[in-house]
C-alpha cells in the first residue's frame, strides 16, 4: 500500500519561478518527513525535512510546508533553476522502532525547469 | 571520504538466472538499507541491515536475500529473476541506528535488466 503519495508524476516551470510539488500521506502517525532530489545516474541525495511539530521549514531556496489535517505537505522551490531539474521523493520514516531503515517513499516528480 | 559504492553498476540477465548485488557503505557506517526503484512504484524498501543482523524486511518475496558482512559490506541476491526484477537497485548506508535521516547517503544503484 502506497503511504506517501506523489500524484504529480511531472511538473514543468520556467526558470526564475517557483516549483510546487504535492506529497500526500495516509498514515497519521508519520511525525517527520523528508525530500530527497535524485538526478540520473545518481543515488537520492537528502534535501530538506520537517518534523510534525513544526508547519514549515526552510532552507535557503527549499521549503517544505506541513499541513497536518490534510496530511499533505509541499515543497516550495523559488527561484526555480534549471540545476533543479532532477526526480524529487518525498519520504516518511516508519513509525516506531529505533532501527533507521526502512523509509515510505512515494513514487517521485520529475521537475523540468526550462530557461 | 569516498561514498557508497554499488557493484556492478548495469547487469543483464535472464529469466531464471540468479544475481547477486554488491554495496560497500561509507567508513564507519554499520547500517545499510535496500531499496528497489521501478518506474510504476518508486522506491520500495527491501531490507535493513546493521551490524550483521537483519533489522527490518519489507514485503518482497523470498527469492529477495541479503546479508552483511563484519566490515558492513553487503549484498544482496536475487534467485530465479522474474522480468519484473528490472529495477534500480539502490543502497543507503548511516553510521547507526539511531542516526538522523538526513545523515544516510545513498549509492548510485545497479541498473538490473531481466531478459
Known amino acids: 500500500d502506497q503511504q506517501v503519495k506523489q500524484n504529480s508524476p511531472s511538473l514543468s516551470v520556467q526558470e526564475g519561478r517557483i516549483s510546487i510539488l504535492n506529497c500526500d500521506y495516509t498514515?497519521?502517525?508519520?511525525?517527520?518527513f523528508l525530500w530527497y532530489k535524485k538526478y540520473p545516474a545518481e543515488g537520492p541525495t537528502f534535501l530538506i525535512s520537517?518534523?510534525?511539530?513544526?508547519d514549515k521549514n526552510e532552507d535557503g531556496r527549499f521549503t517544505v510546508f506541513l499541513n497536518k489535517s490534510a496530511k499533505h505537505l509541499s515543497l516550495h522551490i523559488v527561484p526555480s533553476q534549471p540545476g533543479d531539474s532532477a526526480v524529487y521523493f518525498c519520504?516518511?520514516?516508519?513509525?516506531?522502532?529505533?532501527?533507521?531503515?526502512?523509509?515510505?517513499f512515494g513514487r517521485g516528480t520529475q521537475l523540468t525547469v526550462w530557461p | 571520504k569516498a561514498g557508497v559504492t554499488q557493484t556492478p553498476r548495469y547487469l543483464i540477465k535472464t529469466r531464471g538466472q540468479q544475481v547477486t548485488l554488491s554495496c560497500s557503505p561509507i567508513?564507519?557506517?554499520?547500517?545499510v538499507s535496500w531499496y528497489q526503484q521501478t518506474p510504476g512504484q518508486g522506491l520500495q524498501f527491501l531490507f535493513e541491515?546493521?551490524?550483521?543482523?537483519?533489522?527490518n524486511k519489507g514485503n518482497f518475496p523470498g527469492r529477495f536475500s541479503g546479508r552483511q558482512f563484519s566490515n558492513s559490506r553487503s549484498e544482496m541476491n536475487v534467485s530465479t529473476l522474474e522480468l519484473g526484477d528490472s529495477a534500480l537497485y539502490l543502497c543507503?548506508?548511516?553510521?547507526?541506528?539511531?542516526?538522523?535521516?538526513?545523515?544516510?547517503?545513498f549509492g548510485p544503484g545497479t541498473r538490473l535488466t531481466v531478459l
Open positions: 543507503a548506508s548511516s553510521q547507526g541506528e539511531f542516526s538522523s535521516y538526513n545523515e544516510q547517503f
Open positions: 498514515n497519521s502517525m508519520f511525525d517527520y
Open positions: 520537517i518534523s510534525s511539530i513544526k
Open positions: 519520504a516518511a520514516p516508519r513509525v516506531g522502532g529505533s532501527t533507521l531503515g526502512r523509509l515510505y
Open positions: 567508513s564507519g557506517h554499520r547500517s
Open positions: 541491515y546493521f551490524s550483521e543482523t537483519q533489522r
